[in-house]
């Protein structure tokens, strides 16, 4: 079964937890705090495996979690951070958020990897929050959680040429006869679910073979998702010529209104997509009335710029002459696959909270709060102590109190609930 396309959840590690200890020796009196640091949580890593050339693996498992850095521990001992957790996937895969539809990144070659989540940092020991005022603290840091998120993986082959037509135009019969493919055939449509691959060789010597790629699915109403098109258009995007496959016998449509509603179909989904070289093959030339729809057809086609190159995918008639001129073609076409526009994150101001009420309880948001609180360890009063002090010093208290907030009443901070005293 070829899969394209999968979401999953990535889950990066928690940074391990701080550790609250203290140097208890023999003949060192008041050895003060020695807690360590927590380590890293992993990073979950998305990575390109040249071996892998579908989603299928993302078919049968979903959730992706890094694992969570070491707790420090006592005499200043640092928690081992976590190791990352390490995803392939195949050449072409397009990564996006779920959420807002960003791409995040596009994976082409082997070996190149996207941090898709970054684990969390460590809490700090608390040997790291001793001061002239605070000389033995008993409180820590707890780990920063790390990243999560919804994301999407769309794979986008990577091949030199597409082979775009209507169903039963004989795309997969060329294929077979061109390269070494083995795809099914039959004569009905959408015989070819999923995209089919071959290498072909024009004759030109070392290094001119091209990888051609069998595109299934187009019909009138393809880029919104009618028959197989709108999963498969997007195969189309980084060839870097089309073959385009017409049913010259005419059996079943006129071929020149079929070629014109592919088309449309193409430019429907894309502008750029028209943008690409593209040649004619008029196949199944062995059948009645082919001959006589190919005099009246070329002419019109070749007066817009087209070339057209009469085969049979049956016999074999012309599979050379086309191989060829696709081998000339691609010598004249850059090989510089089309890439996603990535998105550009640049740093921007945040507001260091907002509040929002409703009812008795008030609502506070933001990155700086909501990590602030899931590092402290809310079970020790000292830990407490020190948040009240940072929510003071960022103002949450004054801007609690214009809100009219009142003893009694409910503040939620991310997960956790605190009851307003004076």
């Known amino acids: 079964m070829f899969v394209d396309r999968a979401k999953i959840y990535v889950k990066a590690g928690d940074g391990g937890n701080g550790v609250v200890a203290f140097r208890r020796e023999k003949y060192v009196p008041r050895g003060g705090p020695s807690g360590g640091d927590g380590g890293r949580g992993g990073d979950v890593v998305l990575m390109v495996d040249s071996g892998l050339s579908t989603l299928m693996d993302?078919?049968?498992?979903?959730?992706?979690?890094?694992?969570?850095?070491?707790?420090?521990?006592?005499?200043?001992?640092?928690?081992?951070?976590?190791?990352?957790?390490?995803?392939?996937?195949?050449?072409?895969?397009?990564?996006?958020?779920a959420e807002t539809g960003d791409v995040l990144a596009d994976l082409v070659e082997n070996g190149h990897s996207f941090v898709v989540a970054k684990g969390g940092r460590g809490g700090r020991g608390n040997a790291r929050f001793t001061s002239p005022?605070?000389?033995?603290?008993?409180?820590?840091?707890?780990?920063?959680?790390?990243?999560?998120?919804?994301?999407?993986?769309?794979?986008?082959?990577?091949?030199?040429?597409?082979?775009?037509?209507?169903?039963?135009?004989?795309?997969?019969?060329?294929?077979?006869?061109?390269?070494?493919?083995?795809?099914?055939?039959?004569?009905?449509?959408?015989?070819?679910?999923?995209?089919?691959?071959?290498?072909?060789?024009?004759?030109?010597?070392?290094?001119?073979?091209f990888v051609l790629a069998d595109i299934p699915g187009l019909i009138?109403?393809?880029?919104?998702?009618?028959?197989?098109?709108?999963?498969?258009?997007?195969?189309?995007?980084?060839?870097?010529?089309?073959?385009?496959?017409?049913?010259?016998?005419?059996?079943?449509?006129?071929?020149?209104?079929?070629?014109?509603?592919?088309?449309?179909?193409?430019?429907?989904?894309?502008?750029?997509?028209?943008?690409?070289?593209q040649l004619i093959a008029a196949n199944k030339m062995?059948?009645?009335?082919?001959?006589?729809?190919?005099?009246?057809?070329?002419?019109?086609?070749?007066?817009?710029?087209?070339?057209?190159?009469?085969?049979?995918?049956?016999?074999?008639e012309g599979i050379q002459q086309l191989l060829q001129h696709i081998g000339e073609m691609l010598l004249k076409v850059p090989k510089a696959e089309t890439m996603e526009q990535v998105k550009q994150y640049t740093i921007v101001e945040e507001e260091p909270f907002k509040i929002d009420k409703g009812g008795q309880v008030f609502y506070i948001s933001g990155e700086r709060v909501e990590r602030l609180v899931a590092m402290t360890d809310l079970e020790n009063e000292s830990a407490v102590k020190r948040l009240q002090r940072a929510f003071k010093r960022m103002g949450i208290d004054d801007a609690l109190k214009d809100q009219g907030i009142k003893p009694g009443d409910t503040v939620k901070i991310g997960d956790s609930e605190f009851y307003y005293m004076e």
């Open 220 to 277: 009138e109403g393809a880029h919104e998702g009618q028959g197989l098109g709108h999963e498969f258009l997007r195969h189309i995007e980084r060839t870097r010529l089309l073959v385009h496959v017409i049913d010259m016998s005419g059996m079943e449509r006129d071929p020149l209104e079929g070629f014109h509603a592919i088309n449309k179909e193409l430019v429907n989904y894309s502008k750029q997509l028209l943008k690409k070289p």
């Open 58 to 97: 993302f078919k049968y498992r979903v959730h992706y979690k890094a694992k969570r850095g070491e707790h420090g521990q006592g005499s200043n001992k640092f928690g081992r951070g976590a190791e990352n957790l390490v995803i392939n996937v195949p050449p072409g895969t397009v990564v996006k958020d």
């Open 133 to 209: 005022v605070h000389r033995a603290p008993d409180f820590a840091e707890k780990g920063e959680p790390g990243e999560e998120r919804w994301i999407v993986l769309e794979l986008k082959l990577l091949a030199d040429v597409g082979l775009i037509g209507y169903p039963n135009a004989g795309k997969s019969t060329l294929l077979a006869r061109m390269t070494a493919a083995t795809p099914k055939i039959a004569d009905y449509p959408f015989t070819t679910l999923s995209p089919n691959l071959g290498v072909a060789d024009p004759g030109f010597g070392k290094g001119s073979s």
């Open 286 to 316: 062995d059948l009645p009335k082919a001959q006589e729809n190919h005099e009246k057809i070329k002419p019109l086609l070749e007066k817009n710029g087209y070339h057209i190159i009469p085969v049979s995918g049956v016999t074999g």
